[in-house]
C-alpha cells in the first residue's frame, strides 16, 4: 500500500526467469524435525516426489506442469524465513520492491498495483485458504511441512489471483503419535535473528494439538543517519493447528495464527544518484550520506509501521465411499499504522500517514475422486467475501523551496513555506463465487488428458471520497473529487493438456491453460472518470510443453519445457493520453507476452548427496501502445523497448557423511545468478539492477539421531550490495533536483554470518 505510488510508470517491475522443480527432492525425504540437516540416507527415487499441485496426491512426475517443492528442513539449512527468501530455493519466483511489500512474479509476470481494489497475479494459499493482497504481509515461514510453488496460471483450481501461479504453504500436521518439542534458533551479524519452536500434544489416540511460534529480525541494513537508527524490520508470529480424526470416515481440523509485522526507525530507501549542486545533495551531504550506486544510508525524518495479521480457518474431510467431500471455511484479518517520510530529508517537506483495514470470509467446497480409476480430478464450489477500507494522509512543507528560484506557484512567495495537505479515505468491496472441476483421464496406460473448467464471478465496488484537509495543514495541495465506481464480470478459464508415456521413465506433455486476474476500479486516480476509472480482467492464456524424465534407476530426474503466455489486458500504469494532462493511471494496457525454456537436474546420485541446478531463460515483450514515462518523465511507447532474454542459474549442493557413530557431518552450498532486473516498463539503464550472484552456505554437525545440531552459514558471501528496485526519488523536484534516484535495499543486499542451533525431543 504505501509504496505503491513509487512505482508510478512501472507497468510491471519486470522481474524474470522461470525454472523447474528445483528442491523437489524435499517430498521424498522421510520426515524429520524442522531444522538442520537430516540424517543420511539411501539415494532416494526421484520419481516418487508426491505434489499436490492438481488438489490431490500425484507423482511430480506424472504432473504436466512446472512445480518447486521445497521441505521445512531446506527452509531452515538455507535460512530461508521469508517469501521473499524463498526466491533463492525456487527459482521461478522473484520479488522486487521493499521487504513485507515486494511484488511477487512468476515467469517474469507480476507487478504493484496502484489500485486499492487490484490483487497480485501470484496466489498465496496457506492449508488451504487462498490468501487476498498477497504483495503485503506474506506469511512467515516457520513450522512447515513443506511448500509447492505451480508455475503458469493456475486460476482453474485456485481463483482469481493466481493467473500467474501459485505458492502454496502447507504447514506442520498434530501428530497423535507422539509427543515432541521442536527447536530452531539462528542469530547472525548485523543484528539478525530467527527462533522458531514447536510443541506437539496428543490429546487422544486420534487427536493431537499443535503450537508453533517464529519470530525474526531482518539483518540492518538501512541506516538513517539523522536519528542513528537502522530499519530493523521484526516480526513475531504464533499458530495453533488441532487435528480429530473423529472416525475412519471424518476428520476435523481447526487452525488459527496470528502475526505482528513493526519496525521503528531507519530510512525507506537510499538515494543513489542526485545532481551535485541540488538542495537535495547538500542536505543529504550535511548529513554525512554518500550518495552512490552503494549508498544504503538516508537521513529522514520518523519511519514506522504497526502490522497486525489473525485468521481462524476449519477444514473437514468426509469420506464417502471413495470419494472425500472437503470443506474449508476461512475468516482472515488485517490491520495497519504506518508513517513514512517520503522527502528523504529531514526538512519535512513531505510525509505520510496511513492506516486501513482488511476482512476475507471465505468457503469452499469441493469433492475429489479416488486415485487409480479411469478418472481422477477433483470438483467444487467457491465464494469470498473482502472488505478493505484505506486512509491515506499527504503533508507537508513541499514548495517551501520553490522560491529560491523563483517558482513558487502562489501569489505571494511567502505562501509557500505553509504546509499543505490532504487526506483520502477509501473503501472496497469485493465478492466472488465460482464452480470449478479438473480431471485426468487415462485413455490408455500411457497416454492420459487433462481436462479442466472454472466459470466464476466478481463484483468489486470501490469508494473514495473527496479529499479532506490534512491535520496541521493550512490548503489542500490538489484537491481531488470523490470516486464511486463497480465493476462485475463472468468469465471462464480453462486448462486442456494431454501426457504420454514414451518409455517407461519418460514422459512428455503439452497443456493450453486460460487464466484469471479479476477486475478493479481505478479508486485511486486522478483527473480520471466513466470508463477510466474501470480496470478490465487480465486474461492470460499460456501454451507449455515438455519432458519429465528419471534417470539412474530413478536417483536423478532431468526436466525440461519451453512456454508461450500471452496476456490480454495486462493491469498496469500507464499515461493515458485521453486526459488533458497525459495523467498516469492504473488500468489495461493491449498486449504483454513471456516466452522461454527452462531446464533442470535434480536428485540424489549417492548416499549422501543432493543436488539441484536449474536454468532458465526468458524474454518479455511490450504490445504496442503502452505508454509510461521513462526516468526522466517523458512519455515513450515501452514497446519499443526490447530486451534481450534473462538467464537464471540455480545451484545447490548438499552432501552428509558419518563423522562418528553418533555424529554426522554436513555442507550445504548454494550458487544464484540472478539477471539483471529493469525496474520501470521502459527499461532505462540507470534505474536497472545490473545481474550478480548471490553464494551462501552452512557447514556443521548434527547427532546420528537428529536431536541435537550445530552449524555456522553465510548468505551473500561476497557481500555484493543488490537494491531491490529502483525509482525516481519522491520530492526531488520540490528540492530543486532535476535527476535524482533512489533504491530500495532487501534482507539479502548484504553479508550475513551466523551459528544455528537445532534440537527436537
Aim: proline residues 5%; aromatic residues 8%.
Amino acid at each position: 500500500m504505501r509504496h505503491v505510488w513509487i512505482f508510478a510508470g512501472c507497468s510491471a517491475l519486470a522481474l524474470a526467469s522461470p525454472s523447474y522443480a528445483q528442491s523437489a527432492m524435499a517430498a521424498s525425504v522421510p520426515r524429520q524435525d524442522d531444522g538442520g540437516a537430516p540424517a543420511i540416507q539411501p539415494a532416494a527415487n526421484a520419481g516418487e516426489i508426491i505434489v499436490t499441485a492438481n488438489r490431490r496426491a500425484e507423482r511430480l512426475q506424472q504432473v504436466p506442469i512446472a512445480v518447486t517443492v521445497v521441505d521445512g528442513a531446506q527452509l531452515a539449512r538455507q535460512n530461508v524465513n521469508t517469501v521473499e527468501n524463498l526466491t533463492r530455493s525456487a527459482p521461478a519466483l522473484e520479488v522486487a520492491g521493499p521487504t513485507g511489500y515486494g511484488a511477487l512474479s512468476i515467469r517474469g509476470v507480476g507487478g504493484i498495483s496502484l489500485a486499492q481494489s487490484s490483487e497480485g497475479s501470484v496466489g498465496v494459499v496457506v492449508d488451504n485458504v487462498a490468501l487476498a493482497n498477497t504483495s503485503i504481509d506474506p506469511p512467515l515461514l516457520f513450522d512447515i511441512a513443506r511448500i509447492e510453488v505451480l508455475e503458469g496460471p493456475q486460476s482453474t483450481l485456485f481463483g482469481r489471483n493466481s493467473s500467474a501461479g501459485v505458492i502454496n504453504i502447507v504447514t506442520a500436521a498434530p501428530d497423535p503419535s507422539r509427543t515432541a518439542v521442536i527447536a530452531h534458533a539462528d542469530i547472525g551479524t548485523r543484528d539478525n535473528y530467527i527462533g522458531r519452536l514447536a510443541v506437539n500434544l496428543p490429546v487422544s489416540d486420534n487427536a493431537a494439538l499443535r503450537i508453533a511460534g517464529g519470530l525474526t529480525q531482518d539483518p540492518k541494513v538501512q541506516y538513517n543517519r539523522a536519528d542513528d537508527s537502522w530499519q530493523k524490520r521484526k516480526s513475531e508470529a504464533v499458530r495453533g493447528r488441532f487435528l480429530w480424526e473423529a472416525s475412519d470416515k471424518l476428520t476435523i481440523n481447526l487452525s488459527g495464527d496470528y502475526t505482528h509485522n513493526h519496525y521503528d526507525g531507519g530510512v525507506q530507501w537510499a538515494v543513489f544518484q542526485s545532481s551535485p549542486t541540488s538542495l537535495l545533495t547538500a542536505r543529504l551531504n550535511a548529513c554525512g550520506v554518500t550518495v552512490g550506486p552503494s549508498n544504503t544510508d538516508g537521513c529522514a525524518g520518523p519511519n514506522r509501521s504497526n502490522h497486525t495479521v489473525f485468521g481462524f480457518s476449519g477444514q473437514i474431510d468426509l469420506a464417502l465411499g471413495g470419494y472425500t467431500l472437503t470443506s474449508v471455511s476461512a475468516i482472515r484479518r488485517r490491520t495497519i499504522n504506518e508513517l513514512v517520510d517520503i522527502d528523504s530529508t529531514t526538512a519535512d517537506r513531505y510525509i505520510q500517514p496511513q492506516s486501513g483495514s482488511q476482512r476475507n470470509l471465505s468457503q469452499e467446497l469441493r469433492l475429489s475422486t479416488p486415485n487409480g480409476g479411469r478418472v481422477e480430478g477433483v470438483a467444487g464450489l467457491y465464494y469470498s467475501s473482502q472488505r478493505l477500507t484505506n486512509s491515506l494522509t499527504q503533508v507537508g512543507n513541499i514548495l517551501a523551496d520553490l522560491p529560491l528560484i523563483g517558482a513558487c506557484p502562489l501569489p505571494l512567495a511567502s505562501l509557500c513555506a505553509l504546509p499543505f495537505g490532504q487526506t483520502r479515505d477509501t473503501a472496497v468491496q469485493t465478492e466472488g463465487y465460482a464452480a470449478f472441476g479438473q480431471a485426468t483421464v487415462h485413455i490408455s496406460p500411457r497416454l492420459r488428458v487433462l481436462l479442466g473448467l472454472r466459470v466464476g464471478h466478481e463484483s468489486v465496488k470501490a469508494q473514495t471520497g473527496a479529499t479532506t484537509l490534512a491535520p496541521g495543514a493550512v490548503a489542500q495541495l490538489t484537491p481531488l473529487p470523490g470516486i464511486n465506481a463497480r465493476v462485475s464480470d463472468t468469465y471462464v478459464g480453462y486448462r486442456v493438456g494431454v501426457q504420454y508415456e514414451v518409455a517407461k521413465q519418460v514422459m512428455v506433455f503439452a497443456t493450453v491453460t486460460r487464466g484469471y486476474k479479476g477486475p478493479a476500479v481505478n479508486d485511486q486516480a486522478a483527473g480520471v472518470s466513466g470508463s477510466q476509472l474501470i480496470v478490465r480482467p487480465e486474461i492470460p492464456t499460456a501454451f507449455e510443453g515438455g519432458f519429465k524424465s528419471s534417470l539412474m534407476n530413478g536417483r536423478i530426474a532431468f526436466n525440461a519445457t519451453g512456454f508461450y503466455t500471452r496476456i490480454k489486458d495486462f493491469q498496469a500504469s500507464f499515461v493515458d493520453t485521453s486526459t488533458p494532462a497525459n495523467l498516469l493511471v492504473f488500468g489495461n494496457v493491449p498486449t504483454y507476452r513471456t516466452w522461454g525454456a527452462s531446464a533442470n537436474l535434480f536428485g540424489r546420485p549417492v548416499q549422501g548427496l543432493t543436488v539441484n541446478i536449474g536454468a532458465t531463460f526468458l524474454v518479455r515483450r511490450y504490445g504496442a501502445g503502452y505508454l509510461a514515462p521513462n526516468a526522466l518523465g517523458q512519455v515513450v511507447d515501452v514497446s519499443t523497448f526490447r530486451p534481450g532474454g534473462s538467464l537464471k542459474l540455480t545451484s545447490s549442493l548438499e552432501y552428509t557423511a558419518p563423522l562418528t557413530a553418533r555424529l554426522n557431518g554436513f555442507f550445504q552450498a548454494d550458487v544464484v545468478r540472478n539477471p539483471r532486473l529493469f525496474s520501470n516498463a521502459a527499461g532505462d539503464s540507470v534505474l536497472a539492477v545490473d545481474s550478480w550472484v548471490n553464494v551462501g552456505g552452512r557447514l556443521g554437525v548434527k547427532s546420528a539421531d537428529n536431536r541435537l545440531g550445530v552449524s555456522v552459514f553465510v548468505r551473500n558471501l561476497f557481500d555484493t550490495i543488490r537494491s531491490g528496485a529502483r525509482f525516481v526519488t519522491p520530492t526531488a523536484a520540490q528540492q530543486l533536483d532535476p535527476v535524482s534516484y533512489s533504491q530500495f535495499a532487501g534482507a539479502e543486499s548484504r553479508r550475513v554470518v551466523g551459528l544455528s542451533l537445532d534440537a527436537s525431543f
